[in-house]
């Protein structure tokens, strides 16, 4: 099933399909909301769909997170796939081609709050955010450092979209 799937960026004309794909995968519209404030609040940096036989099946988020005083970083989700379509490989797709795409255009680290089983197998790790301050610390905050260098360390700070509060 994977190979009848479509990896590509977002257009404007998805906005409606991913909202509902996300109400559905998650089970409620929370995500979906998420995604309206960042796009309203130009936070976006990235977003990917999964897409067969033209429907969106898949769907991938990147947006920047800032690191107090210091160059910042980048963050994934929400992500998700249609719940009919899991463990086929889609959101393994979603995760390699944005992670990809945000290591090509220089992003130093990227983080993300999720499955602490999931995100390990692309290079997401615990250990890579210790050295950051934030209220989401946990077995599901992970980062990926792409590149050596900054930033190393800081305080995050997270879009609005996400109600997360900036320490002071």
């Not at 995050?156 to 509060?165: E, H, R, T």
Request: with cysteine; proline share 7%.
């Amino acid at each position: 099933m994977i190979d009848k799937t479509t990896i590509r960026v977002a257009l404007e004309t998805d906005r409606e399909a991913i909202a509902d794909l996300n109400t559905r995968a998650f089970g409620r519209p929370d995500e979906a909301r998420i995604i309206a404030k960042l796009e309203k609040d130009q936070e976006v940096l990235l977003q990917l769909v999964a897409e067969m036989d033209g429907q969106v099946v898949g769907h991938i988020l990147f947006y920047p997170i800032g690191v107090f005083n210091k160059l910042g970083a980048v963050g994934l989700g929400p992500m998700c796939v249609d719940p009919w379509i899991r463990k086929e490989g889609v959101g393994s797709r979603l995760v390699m081609s944005g992670v990809q795409a945000m290591k090509n255009a220089g992003a130093p680290l990227v983080f993300v709050l999720g499955h602490e089983t999931y995100y390990p197998r692309f290079g997401f790790n615990v250990e890579a955010t210790a050295d950051f301050e934030t209220p989401v610390k946990g077995p599901n905050f992970m980062a990926l450092r792409m590149r050596f260098g900054p930033p190393m360390s800081g305080r995050l700070i997270f879009p609005d979209a996400f109600g997360i509060p900036n320490i002071v």
